[in-house]
């Protein structure tokens, strides 16, 4: 049985690709993780699944055996083309050629049944992609390798000093749990660093008067983060320090805390209370 990595490489000199580890172009080789991946999916008949970043198709191929209709994106020509040659017998497998953050998916999957999504993701459109695909209502869950050092902020829980914007949005759309890490010799060429494959579920939505205003929000205590909470919310919004206080207080969270400190809950009570003074 030919194992994947020889498979890998055989599958570039045949269509004449060569990876650039500058772009992440890093191909998983481990079938045990590419079958945790596939288990954590829960694959059915009835799934939509959407792969970012199919490469050279080893999770492609499982996805297409196992689940149902799967649309993969690549955004490389020659990787498109062997995708389309060497699963063509599959009636289930749609390639969009495509640069992942540059087409509507919204569109495509509108009238859907929820889609779920795979991928392993560019260190450098990681945290935007992720941002603006997990508040999508198409959208059941994520399973997505990235960077362990982005796993790492992404999952820091309050009081820890990696917890930032990306930990907060995230966790306030989703609940997030480690599949499991990967090292560097999991891929070839193998990247400098270790990843992480992690699962992210839409929670039930908090209370919140305006999501825009939340992230704001966020953003703005994270804009001076070795600040008090009261001083970077004061120069990230534009408002008066006194005023920013009394709000504070009004949602029972202390003015002399710092962002990295509170809770997705407390960040809710606090826009929401500001909120109201725009309402007053």
Same mark, same amino acid.
């Given at each position: 049985?030919?194992?994947?990595?020889?498979?890998?490489?055989?599958?570039?000199?045949?269509?004449?690709?060569?990876?650039?580890?500058?772009?992440?172009?890093?191909?998983?080789?481990?079938?045990?993780?590419?079958?945790?991946?596939?288990?954590?999916?829960?694959?059915?008949?009835?799934?939509?699944?959407?792969?970012?970043?199919?490469?050279?198709?080893?999770?492609?191929?499982?996805?297409?055996?196992?689940?149902?209709?799967?649309?993969?994106?690549?955004?490389?020509?020659?990787?498109?083309?062997?995708?389309?040659?060497?699963?063509?017998?599959?009636?289930?497998?749609?390639?969009?050629?495509?640069?992942?953050?540059?087409? *509507? /998916? $919204?569109? !495509?999957?509108?009238?859907?049944? %929820?889609?779920?999504?795979? @991928?392993?993701?560019?260190?450098? &459109?990681?945290?935007?992609?992720?941002?603006?695909?997990?508040?999508?209502?198409?959208?059941?869950?994520?399973?997505?390798?990235?960077?362990?050092?982005?796993?790492?902020?992404?999952?820091?829980?309050?009081?820890?000093?990696?917890?930032?914007?990306?930990?907060?949005?995230?966790?306030?759309?989703?609940?997030?749990?480690?599949?499991?890490?990967?090292?560097?010799?999991?891929?070839?060429?193998?990247?400098?660093?270790?990843?992480?494959?992690?699962?992210?579920?839409?929670?039930?939505?908090?209370?919140?008067?305006?999501?825009?205003?939340?992230?704001?929000?966020?953003?703005?205590?994270? *804009? /001076? $983060?070795? !600040?008090?909470?009261?001083?970077? %919310?004061?120069?990230?919004? @534009?408002?008066?320090?006194?005023? &920013?206080?009394?709000?504070?207080?009004?949602?029972?969270?202390?003015?002399?805390?710092?962002?990295?400190?509170?809770?997705?809950?407390?960040?809710?009570?606090?826009?929401?209370?500001?909120?109201?003074?725009?309402?007053?």
């Amino acid at each position: 049985m030919v194992k994947l990595k020889e498979k890998t490489e055989y599958l570039w000199y045949k269509y004449d690709f060569v990876p650039k580890r500058h772009l992440g172009q890093n191909f998983l080789i481990d079938p045990h993780i590419v079958e945790r991946i596939i288990k954590a999916l829960e694959l059915s008949e009835k799934d939509t699944v959407l792969e970012i970043g199919a490469g050279t198709g080893a999770l492609t191929e499982q996805l297409v055996r196992k689940g149902g209709r799967v649309i993969a994106v690549e955004i490389n020509e020659r990787l498109c083309t062997l995708l389309r040659k060497e699963l063509k017998g599959y009636d289930n497998l749609e390639v969009i050629c495509a640069d992942i953050t540059r087409i *509507s /998916l $919204k569109e !495509k999957f509108f009238k859907s049944d %929820l889609v779920k999504v795979v @991928g392993n993701l560019p260190y450098q &459109i990681a945290s935007s992609l992720l941002l603006s695909l997990v508040p999508q209502d198409w959208i059941k869950f994520l399973v997505v390798m990235v960077q362990r050092e982005v796993a790492q902020r992404i999952m820091a829980k309050p009081g820890d000093k990696r917890r930032g914007v990306l930990s907060v949005l995230l966790n306030y759309y989703s609940t997030i749990s480690r599949i499991t890490d990967v090292p560097p010799q999991a891929f070839v060429p193998p990247p400098r660093v270790g990843s992480s494959v992690i699962k992210m579920k839409k929670r039930e939505s908090y209370r919140i008067k305006a999501e825009n205003g939340f992230s704001l929000v966020v953003r703005a205590a994270f *804009s /001076l $983060k070795r !600040k008090m909470l009261v001083n970077s %919310l004061s120069a990230g919004l @534009g408002i008066n320090r006194e005023l &920013i206080k009394e709000k504070l207080s009004k949602a029972g969270v202390d003015w002399r805390r710092r962002a990295e400190d509170l809770s997705v809950e407390e960040f809710v009570r606090i826009s929401n209370s500001l909120r109201r003074m725009s309402e007053e």
